[in-house]
Structure formats: structure tokens, C-alpha cells
């Protein structure tokens, strides 16, 4: 953008300036690096999933791991973001806004993991700072527990 035009936040916008609003652009809603290092480890273990995939097809929500099979759904939640109780900071810049956000994708993932449950899935969730190891043990002990159910329900 050229130096003598200033940018200004068009009315009702999000963004609080031109450097915010490139900073919040450039900010990954998938494939971020907890999601690509748990995967990796899961995948290591044999399992195969779908990634950013609908759990519920008629449902407009994406889980960043999907094991349609054994109906297992793995959110790997931001803590700013989903307003993690250890390391959400409240925002100093347009804190009405953000934080409304926040508290949406809160109320958000409650309704997305009450909807999945009535549908037969297990949720599993985890924060960004997690140990990739423990979530990803948890991830396929979990996948391992409902084939296993699964497969004597069926016999």
C-alpha cells in the first residue's frame, strides 16, 4: 500500500488497524503446528484419519482429526481462542469484540460436542499446549477402545 494512503478499519470491522488486522489474517485455522505434530505421532502408530473433515456431514463444523469408523472426533483447540482457563489473557485492543469471540467459540464447541455425543461419537479434545505424546496416546488408546467395542457389538 502506498505510504501517502492511510488505511483505516472500514465501519463495524474487526480489525483495529492495517497491522492487526495482516497479524490476525496470517493466524492458521488448521495444520497449525500442535495439529501437525499429533498427527504425525498418530500416524506413526498405523492409524489413518481424515483431517479437517465433518464428523456430521449435515453439521458445519470441521474436527481437525476425524476416524469415521470408530466415530472419534480430535479437536486440538487454540488457548486463545477457545479461552483455555491456564493461558487465555484477555485482549487489551478491542477487548468487547474479542472477547465476545472467544466466548462464541466457547458456547460453539460445547453445542459442536453435546451434537456429536447424541450422534454416537466420542470427543476428544486438547489444548495447544499439551504434550503431543500424551494426546497422542490418548488419541489411539481411544480409537483402539471403540474398535474393540464396535467389534463385539457386532459378533
Avoid at 11 to 28: F, H, K, P, T, V
Avoid at 104 to 122: F, Q, S, V, Y
Avoid at 128 to 153: I, P
Wanted: proline share 6%; net charge positive.
Amino acid at each position: 500500500m502506498p505510504e501517502d494512503l492511510e488505511w483505516e478499519a472500514p465501519e463495524g470491522s474487526w480489525a483495529s488497524s492495517a497491522a492487526r488486522r495482516r497479524n490476525m489474517q496470517a493466524i492458521r485455522s488448521r495444520d497449525t503446528k500442535p495439529e501437525k505434530l499429533i498427527r504425525r505421532l498418530v500416524h506413526a502408530q498405523g492409524l489413518r484419519y481424515r483431517v479437517a473433515a465433518r464428523p456430521l456431514p449435515e453439521l458445519r463444523r470441521t474436527a481437525d482429526m476425524v476416524f469415521r469408523p470408530a466415530k472419534v472426533a480430535v479437536f486440538i483447540d487454540g488457548c486463545y481462542w477457545h479461552g483455555c482457563p491456564q493461558h487465555y489473557v484477555p485482549p487489551r485492543t478491542n477487548p468487547g469484540y474479542w472477547s465476545e469471540k472467544v466466548l462464541r467459540n466457547m458456547e460453539r464447541d460445547r453445542d459442536t460436542d453435546e451434537r456429536l455425543k447424541e450422534a454416537g461419537w466420542l470427543v476428544l479434545r486438547f489444548w495447544e499446549h499439551e504434550a503431543a505424546e500424551d494426546c497422542s496416546l490418548a488419541v489411539c488408546q481411544a480409537v483402539a477402545d471403540r474398535r474393540a467395542e464396535q467389534g463385539e457389538g457386532s459378533r
